[in-house]
């Protein structure tokens, strides 16, 4: 079974331009969550979308959006790129939401480096 | 709010030797953890979690960690350590974000094995 897949995998751009992620989750799975990895540190959640409605939103800024499409993969936008959005940005996918319990299994992750 | 802590940003064990990494968490309602192994350049693995039940949660690779609810610690440890063990490791709390839930991770502990 193909696990969560993210493209692309390697991703360069310049302050100011904007970048799109994909995600595609675990066959069967309707929640995805996106998470940012700064070097050094431990994954910080940006989002999370079921049903593709957003069901949780991590402390970011207005330039970073997500959406869920109706075969429940998922795009991260970050517009007007700085710096320090450089980072592993990281896509979980989980079967369901209620009650939590469920497990998140993460894909590879999509490398960003702004210039 | 829920929050974890991971005594020791790198650590390092003998091959064979036990390996231990810590971890402490905070939380107001019962909790849900979870351990990730992260390899170089590679997305998060789940190790084990533990949600309620029995409180040794055994996992992949050997692994096994206790939640233990005095000590507010879920303690990652595998008896005998393997070069292929060297790797970044993350423990996680859930928390609930009302509409959906979130991991919150820790700093992360840089595992080093040695000959």
């Known amino acids: 079974d193909a696990g969560v897949t993210q493209s692309p995998t390697h991703l360069i751009k310049t302050r100011g331009q904007h970048v799109t992620l994909r995600c595609s989750p675990i066959?069967?799975?309707?929640?995805v969550s996106w998470y940012q990895q700064v070097l050094g540190q431990g994954p910080q959640f940006i989002f999370q979308y079921y049903e593709k409605e957003e069901r949780g939103r991590g402390n970011f800024p207005d330039r970073f959006s997500a959406r869920q499409f109706p075969n429940y993969s998922s795009e991260l936008n970050v517009n007007a790129l700085l710096l320090g959005d450089s980072a592993l940005y990281l896509c979980?996918?989980?079967?369901?939401?209620?009650?939590?319990?469920?497990?998140?299994?993460f894909g590879p992750g999509t490398r960003l480096l702004v210039l | 709010a829920q929050s974890v802590t991971q005594l020791g940003s790198h650590v390092s064990v003998s091959e064979g030797a036990l390996v231990l990494l810590r971890c402490n968490y905070s939380?107001?309602?019962?909790?849900?953890l979870f351990w990730y192994v992260q390899y170089p350049n590679q997305g998060l693995q789940l190790l084990l979690k533990y949600t309620t039940g029995a409180t040794l949660v055994k996992g992949i690779n050997g692994f096994e960690a206790e939640f233990k609810k005095s000590e507010t610690s879920f303690h990652l440890t595998k008896p005998s350590a393997h070069m292929s063990d060297a790797a970044e490791y993350f423990c996680?709390?859930?928390?609930?974000?009302?509409?959906?839930?979130?991991?919150?991770f820790g700093t992360g502990t840089q595992q080093k094995v040695e000959l």
């Open positions: 996680a709390v859930r928390v609930f974000t009302g509409g959906g839930n979130k991991l919150t």
């Open positions: 066959s069967g799975h309707k929640s």
């Open positions: 939380s107001s309602v019962p909790p849900y």
């Open positions: 979980a996918s989980s079967l369901e939401l209620a009650g939590g319990r469920e497990t998140q299994y």
